[in-house]
């Protein structure tokens, strides 16, 4: 199997907050973990590709200092939302890639059950 | 940019109906991936076909892929009330990433 556990599954926060979501990967060791946003009705948009031991790689008009991704270990990969505000309000999904043998480009992706944060 | 398109947005058929949903892409790619998504959820990865390979068959599922078109279609056969979610498609490069395209809403009424 290829469990991928997100928490929480809701905030809700008042403006100014600092919110800390976690992903952990319970069955396997994910060399890659991803996050992503998800507006209502819409694709996924991702954010950000987390690396084990390594500083994240973000997408081009993600602010850097207001989503803070740590992957500290195989298995835990954290995004905190810094001084959150109402439009940062959003449902936040990560992913978990098994490593891979020759080569990471056709692999699946292993989802979390999203966050839905919401700013007052 | 958004890779994949998928088409139709909403389809709503009968239980005991087959679904079909398309996915158009417009860059060349290495593999492509259908996930299924419940309402409030994650995704749930379903298939992956490389771009070697024209069909892929799992259970009720069946996907075929034309790179001469950059197209790809999910069929989903005899169709349950608890196939009722968004399935989205999503584009492998050469890198590690995904582009996800808008999705497919599927209703199946009992």
């Known amino acids: 199997g290829a469990v991928v556990s997100q928490h929480p599954s809701r905030v809700i926060c008042k403006s100014g907050t600092s919110v800390k979501i976690e992903c952990r990967s319970l069955d396997f060791q994910a060399t890659t973990m991803f996050w992503y946003r998800q507006f209502p009705k819409k694709s996924l948009m991702l954010m950000a590709t987390s690396n084990e031991g390594s500083k994240a790689t973000y997408e081009q008009g993600v602010e850097k200092d207001k989503f803070l991704i740590n992957h500290a270990s195989l298995t835990l990969s954290t995004l905190t939302v810094t001084s959150a505000h109402p439009e940062d309000s959003s449902f936040y999904i990560c992913?978990?890639?098994?490593?891979?043998?020759?080569?990471?480009?056709?692999?699946?992706?292993?989802f979390g059950d999203g966050t839905r944060l919401s700013i007052l | 940019s958004q890779q994949g398109e998928e088409d139709p947005q909403a389809l709503s058929i009968q239980e005991g109906e087959n679904a079909t949903m398309n996915c158009s892409y417009k860059?060349?790619?290495?593999?492509l991936q259908w996930y299924r998504q419940n309402s409030g959820r994650g995704l749930v990865h379903l298939i992956l076909i490389r771009s070697n390979e024209r069909e892929k068959h799992s259970g009720r599922l069946r996907v075929t892929l034309d790179t001469s078109k950059k197209s790809s279609s999910l069929l989903i056969t005899a169709s349950r009330a608890a196939d009722t979610a968004s399935y989205f498609c999503?584009?492998?490069?050469?890198?590690?990433?995904?582009?996800f395209g808008k999705g497919t809403l599927l209703t199946v009424n009992p």
């Open positions: 992913s978990a890639q098994k490593p891979y043998r020759t080569g990471i480009s056709n692999q699946p992706q292993h």
């Open positions: 999503a584009t492998g490069g050469s890198n590690y990433k995904l582009t």
């Open positions: 860059t060349s790619i290495n593999n």
